[in-house]
């Protein structure tokens, strides 16, 4: 089988690019069974791999799932749950998006923390106009990152956003000009890097694991679940204190 997710470390750094680009990086099994090896084996790595990127090959991120994968009364859990194993994972991800980003690719993106977007990316929610549902978080990843009137917007009109509408919505926490993006995805991936790893997975979990709670639950939730401070706060510390004024 070839490499349909392809895996590339560097200096703290995993990225995973998906790797069918004469397909324009459909989403089908084998491509999920490659995925969710690679995450399941990265989540595992907190103390070599410090963030992850993932993005895909060729003119765009991902076109969706793709039509001739769906067989009736296939199970399809199997994607679903290595989308949330990706949200899951203990490092920050960032899903690096810039051509299409349609329906499945669009429940891929937002299993990531920060999405990165170009100008020219086009973002869509299909699922209606195909007569499908949602089965890979849509109906609840999407609301809680642009909020219940976006979403159902997404998700009645099937419209297509420009990947600077996506970042006015809140889809994307970035959109850098088509000809800037590998160097700007390398440096957002690199400003996560530098600061702490072990505090990245704390701030990660408390978030993530605490969303939904009502205030007060979730203060007490972050007094009782935080480690206090990282293996390596005394020596950040003591580098900040030989910095020049």
């Known amino acids: 089988m070839s490499d349909l997710v392809t895996r590339t470390d560097k200096d703290g750094l995993c990225t995973l ?14 491509l999920f069974v490659q995925l969710r090896a690679h995450v399941d084996e990265i989540a595992g790595q907190t103390e070599t791999i410090g963030c ?9 991120f991902s076109a969706g799932h793709d039509l001739r994968d769906i067989q009736p009364g296939e199970d399809r859990h199997f994607q679903a749950e290595t989308v949330t194993h990706l949200a899951n994972l203990p490092q920050p991800v960032i899903v690096a998006v810039h051509g299409y980003c349609y329906t499945g690719a669009v429940e891929l993106a937002l299993a990531g923390d920060l999405i990165i977007t170009t100008a020219s990316a086009r973002f869509a929610d299909t699922h209606s106009r195909w007569g499908l549902t949602p089965l890979w978080g849509m109906s609840q990843r999407l609301p809680r990152r642009v909020g219940v009137a ?10 297509v956003y420009t990947g600077e509408e996506a970042a006015a919505m809140g889809l994307a926490n970035f959109c850098v000009p088509d000809e800037r ?5 390398e440096a957002l991936a690199r400003s ?9 997975r704390v701030n990660k979990l408390l978030i993530d694991q605490s969303d939904g709670m009502a205030l007060p639950d979730g203060l007490r939730f972050e007094i009782e679940n935080s480690p206090g401070w990282a293996p390596d706060a005394w020596e950040r510390i003591a580098q900040f204190g030989r910095k020049k004024v």
């Open 17 to 30: 690019t998906l790797n069918r680009p004469d397909k324009v990086n459909a989403l089908n099994v084998p």
């Open 181 to 185: 993006f590998d160097e700007e995805v």
């Open 52 to 60: 992850v990127v993932l993005r895909g090959a060729g003119r765009a």
């Open 150 to 159: 976006k979403a159902k917007e997404m998700m009645l009109t099937g419209r």
């Open 192 to 200: 996560v890097l530098e600061n702490s790893w072990f505090s990245n």
